[in-house]
């Protein structure tokens, strides 16, 4: 005989799932506020490009931010800018991106201060840049009018694959303070919640 309860769990199940399903499935947000950025995202690593110089690299750098590796790339070269006391990273042709890429340790957050620099890699004012992130979709965003201070952001709910700076003028896209984190552990909680639910009511059905 099978046993009646008052409030069946199926749809509560189904209506937990979906939202876990909705967590998990990929999606991109934008943060204009460093301090927003931050309250959406765990254990945070900052590279601050202050052991650059005002000179050329090679088209790849291999970076760290904190306990997170990744990869800095130009086609035409990356170049060290701003200085003395804090250095930017910049590229050395103004129509080559900058791509961010090979993420370590499941990052899901990219942000930083990004804006536009002159040839000798110091600050232009009014620059416009665009930065797009890619999760499997791509999200792009533009930042006009940057200044040092302008801040970006994206958090995904699912690992980063890249992000992309290019310039939208004749001036170099720059980069600071480059931020990567992990999701809060709120976004896991809720799929982990759904999925026990899940298997209570399947425990239930037997």
């Not at 399903?21 to 506020?33: C, E, M, P, Q």
């Not at 200085?83 to 103004?94: A, C």
């Not at 939208?168 to 896991?188: D, Q, R």
Request: net charge negative; with cysteine.
């Amino acid at each position: 005989m099978r046993t009646q309860y008052p409030l069946s769990l199926k749809p509560l199940c189904l209506a937990v799932l979906l939202c876990a399903a909705g967590a998990a499935r990929a999606d991109i947000h934008v943060y204009t506020n460093a301090a927003d950025f931050m309250s959406a995202v765990s254990a945070p690593g900052i590279d601050t490009y202050d052991d650059l110089r005002v000179q050329q690299y090679g088209d790849t750098l291999l970076r760290n931010a904190g306990s997170y590796d990744y990869q800095a790339y130009s086609y035409g070269a990356l170049w060290g800018a701003g200085g003395p006391g804090d250095y930017w990273l910049s590229n050395n042709t103004q129509a080559d991106t900058i791509v961010f890429s090979n993420f370590s340790g499941g990052v899901s957050a990219f942000g930083g201060q990004f804006f536009a620099s002159d040839i000798a890699g110091q600050f232009l004012p009014s620059g416009s840049l665009t930065l797009t992130a890619s999760d499997g979709d791509t999200l792009s965003y533009a930042l006009d009018g940057a200044t040092e201070t302008s801040f970006l952001g994206f958090v995904s709910t699912s690992a980063l694959e890249s992000v992309t700076l290019q310039a939208n003028g004749s001036y170099w896209p720059t980069a600071n303070n480059v931020m990567l984190a992990v999701p809060e552990p709120a976004t896991y909680g809720m799929l982990l919640a759904g999925l026990g639910l899940f298997g209570l009511a399947a425990r239930r059905r037997r």
